[in-house]
Every structure is written in C-alpha cells, then in structure tokens.
C-alpha cells in the first residue's frame, strides 16, 4: 500500500509541475524555464546529499544520470508542446510514457499480479481519456506539439525506467542526483550551443524555482515508490498526473471538461482501487 500511496503522490505532484510549467512557458522562454527550474531542484538535492553526509552509490548514480538525459529530453519535448498547442492533448499523449518502463520491467521479469496488471492498465486509460480535449487539425502548432508531445512520452518514459532502477537496493538520493546532473548538464549545454538567454526578471524567479523543487519531490516520490513495488505498476500510478494537470486546466484556464474525460477520470479511479485491492 506505500507504493501505491508514493506512486500516486508523485502524480499529484507532477501533475502540479507539470501546470505550472505550462503557464511559466507560455511567458518565459523555454530555456530559462526548464534551465532555472532543474537548477532549484538540484540546489535542494546537494543540500540534502550535504546533510546525509554525502555519500553516494556510483552505479545508482550512472543509471540516475542516463536517465536524466532521457527526462531533459522529455521534459523540454513536453514544456514546448504544451507552450504550443493545447495542454489537455499533449498531458495525454506524455502519459503514455507509462508504457515504456511497463513494457521493459514486465520484459525483465516481472510479474504482478492479473488484478493489478488490469487495475494498472485501467488507470493508464482512464489518465490518456481524462486528458483528451476537441483536438482541432488546423489548431496552430497542432502538429509539431503532437510530435512533441511523443518525444516526450518516449523520454519520460526511459526516466520513469531508469530512476526507478537506479533507486532499487535504497540508493534513491544517489539516483536522484545523477538525473538532475544528466538532465541539467544536457540543458546547459543545449542552452549554449544555441545561444539562448537563460535571463529571467527577478518576478518570475520564485514560480519558476517552485516549479523545480516540485518536479524534484515528484521524482524523489516516484523513486521512493519502487523501491516498496512493482516498478510496472509504480510507473502507471505515477503517470495519471494528467488528471490533476487537467482539473487544474479547467478550474483556473476554463478549459471544458466533457463526458468522455469525465469517464475517463471514473477509470482511472477505479483501475487505481483495483490495484489497491490486489495489494491487501
């Protein structure tokens, strides 16, 4: 029951992040976002790792910064598609990550039980469902958000994989930092080779620093929950973000909410408590 309990604290989480990370994109300009939230995040890392003395597992680490190249690839993937077309369909095509660390754990070995292989795929669709919206083929940037928003799936889903194993056997402060080291050394580098300005008026400075001490505590959530669980069914909890990504949407963006995403938050609840039940 904690995996499950840290599984869906981490969506909840995200999902915060993931919404505020829009709406600082649609103001700021990509790189300053993704650069200066991933930066706070890892601020409070190494003061963490500082206050437990600073040791670290090297292995945990290496499989913690692959997959923080995966995230900073899925993570700036998933800020442009959203500063680009509408949150709700990219919120749900990014969910499907899920089926990236689902797909190589069940591969590896894995094998939960049929309750909850079924309760974790009926999340995984009700999360994809509740995010769908009117999805336009002329919207502006309707394409190349959808491009980006798969990029992002694939990206996000090798962090879920690869965070998850690294944080296997306790070693989950190591991994956590080798991902922000990974993802904040890709977007350092990718910011100067392009000659992007990172600057950023000292106004938006804290909303943008909150954005990354939340994604941090998401992964730190995410992380901590395989370590109790099934890393196949942790991953499909911790991607029903959407949801709140969503409802967040709606109640402060006006975005509408219809009968199909309101079905599809009914499932995703359900294949949640279905997994619960397996669980006892």
């Not at 904690?2 to 999902?15: D, E, N, P, R, T």
């Not at 995230?71 to 499907?96: D, E």
């Not at 995984?124 to 509740?130: P, R």
């Not at 949407?249 to 499932?267: K, Y």
């Amino acid at each position: 029951m904690l995996a499950i309990a840290l599984g869906l604290g981490s969506s909840v989480v995200w999902g915060l992040a993931d919404f505020l990370g829009g709406i600082a994109t649609r103001k700021l300009s990509l790189a300053s976002v993704v650069v200066v939230s991933q930066a706070a995040g890892f601020a409070a890392l190494l003061a963490v790792l500082a206050a437990g003395g600073g040791a670290i597992s090297g292995h945990a680490f290496a499989l913690g910064a692959a997959g923080g190249l995966c995230g900073a690839i899925g993570l700036t993937a998933f800020y442009a598609a959203l500063a680009a077309g509408k949150m709700s369909i990219v919120s749900s095509v990014a969910a499907c990550g899920a089926l990236v660390p689902v797909a190589l754990a069940l591969a590896g070995g894995e094998r939960p039980g049929t309750l909850a292989l079924g309760g974790a795929g009926l999340a995984l669709t009700g999360a994809v469902a509740a995010s769908i919206h009117e999805y336009a083929g002329d919207h502006p940037g309707s394409r190349s958000s959808l491009l980006m928003a798969i990029v992002a799936a694939a990206g996000i889903g090798g962090f879920l994989f690869l965070i998850g194993r690294g944080a296997h056997g306790g070693h989950t402060l190591a991994a956590l930092v080798g991902a922000r080291v990974g993802s904040l050394g890709l977007l350092l580098a990718g910011s100067l080779a392009t000659g992007r300005s990172l600057r950023m008026d000292r106004s938006s400075l804290p909303a943008v620093a909150l954005v990354g001490l939340l994604d941090t505590g998401a992964n730190g959530l995410f992380a901590l929950a395989t370590t109790h669980g099934y890393l196949s069914i942790v991953a499909v909890l911790g991607s029903v973000y959407p949801i709140v990504t969503v409802l967040l949407a709606q109640t402060l963006l006006r975005e509408r909410i219809t009968p199909l995403q309101a079905l599809g938050v009914g499932a995703a609840i359900t294949g949640v408590a279905l997994v619960g039940a397996a669980s006892v």
